[in-house]
């Protein structure tokens, strides 16, 4: 293999895109913090000295918030940095989009991680050559190899007649500001690719998630004289049993796309706080939790079933009838999003997958929320998730994504460029 590759078949530089990796996962993007920012500038920077046209701006969170679209926000933020960079054709092509978010989730446990989580690492995981970092797979991976194969086309000096945007965004995690922004921005594409763990499979829809909070009120008691208050952790059961026969209701018949998972809309619990005092009656509860929401649901239909599943559980309860539980919608609303499979992106995908590889990618519906229902949704791209590293990898403790796989989605993205640009 060449090592700029020539204009029919640009190469990519592996050893460039595994350094600008570690790179990444070397700064600590969690969400809300400052290295969130601080990721967008070293690519808007890297990308400049590279020579792509690159436009960076400062988001404008107060206005962005107060639009009725806004996809929510969980975490404080008083800043964030939008980036693109082009790589642009002669006008006559289409626009392609390769979106990919730069914030991670934290590292959770440190003790479940066999090293720092943001000192990168390349180790043998599962017999395969990988790197392990907190954001390896979701989706600093993704976003390296959407660069290295911008940075193969450009340097193999194919002429262009569609562009190339590359596109990292903020936020992603906690609702998807950033590409919120993008959209508010005006950058429009025919088509787009966000390179999230698929293990290089096409995913061309997402169920949605909604994040709520259930706040149950009792009357505190000492605990020696139980019988005279009302707690709200045993309160909180038969709420609880309703959600769980809400959620086998929602998955009872699921759209084809979603049958490779045993539980395509999860409805689950993730927070409980209730009782400040060993020995008082708890008269407080909140817990928060993530609804599921199905292909083709709107976000209201979702939100309404939850609701009237917790109002029919006080309905039935002496004291829950007349001190209902109250369900807040707050933090991240992500929609459940769909690119129909007959457009063109899933074929230029797929087709530019088997060019490469030989292999035929699966298509299928992914159980989680992605910037995908607001690409295809609010902004009307039609797009696709496809990338390295697997979901199950994603915000687990030493997060790997296989060496090999990048570099296959890097040159699938480089066919791709070539095919619906070139
Ligand atoms: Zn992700």
Redesign the pocket.
């Known amino acids: 293999m060449t090592q700029a590759g020539s204009p029919d078949d640009p190469a990519i530089d592996e050893g460039a895109l595994v350094a600008d990796l570690l790179d990444l996962l070397r700064v600590p993007s969690m969400g809300g913090t400052p290295a969130e920012a601080e990721v967008q500038d070293l690519l808007a920077g890297r990308w400049l000295a590279e020579g792509l046209e690159v436009e960076r701006w400062d988001i404008d969170l107060a206005a962005l918030q107060a639009d009725p679209h806004f996809p929510g926000m969980e975490v404080a933020r008083t800043s964030a940095v939008g980036v693109t960079a082009t790589l642009a054709g002669d006008g006559t092509g289409p626009v392609l989009l390769l979106n990919g ?1 730069t914030d991670v989730v934290p590292p959770g446990d440190l003790g479940a991680w066999t090293g720092d989580p943001f000192v990168p690492r390349r180790i043998e995981v599962e017999g395969r050559d990988s790197i392990v970092a907190r954001g390896a797979a ?2 600093k991976a993704g976003v390296a190899a959407m660069w290295a194969a911008v940075r193969a086309v450009q340097q193999a000096g194919v002429p262009l007649r569609g562009s190339v945007v590359l596109a990292p965004v903020s936020g ?2 906690d609702g998807g500001l950033g590409t919120f922004a993008l959209l508010r921005h005006g950058v429009r594409a025919d088509m787009c690719v966000i390179t ?1 763990p698929s293990e290089l499979d096409i995913v061309p829809a997402n169920g949605g998630a909604l994040t709520f909070r259930l706040t149950v009120r009792g009357q505190a008691a000492h605990a020696s004289m139980r019988t005279t208050g009302v707690s709200t952790i045993e309160k909180f059961y038969p709420v609880l049993q309703a959600l769980q026969a809400l959620e086998d209701l929602r998955n009872a018949e699921v759209d084809p796309l979603m049958h490779r998972w045993p539980l395509a809309y999860p409805l689950s619990i993730g927070t409980i706080h209730a009782g400040d005092w060993a020995s008082t009656v708890p008269d407080l509860l909140v817990a928060e939790g993530r609804l599921g929401v199905a292909l083709g649901e709107s976000v209201d239909d979702a939100r309404a079933a939850l609701e009237a599943a917790v109002a029919d559980a006080c309905a039935s309860d002496g004291w829950l009838a007349t001190h209902p539980v109250e369900v807040t919608w707050w933090g991240g609303q992500f929609a459940s999003g769909r690119t129909p499979a007959e457009a063109a992106v899933v074929g230029a995908v797929s087709a530019a997958h088997a060019t490469v590889t030989g292999r035929v990618p699966a298509v299928y519906g992914g159980p989680y929320g ?1 910037d995908l229902r607001l690409l295809a949704g609010i902004g009307g791209i039609p797009t696709v998730q496809f990338g390295p590293g697997g979901v199950r990898a ?1 915000h687990a403790p030493d997060e790997w994504v296989p060496v090999d796989e990048v570099v296959t989605c890097a040159r699938t993205l480089v066919r791709l460029i070539l095919d619906v640009c070139g």
């Open positions: 978010h979701d989706m992603e995690e999230e992605s994603a």
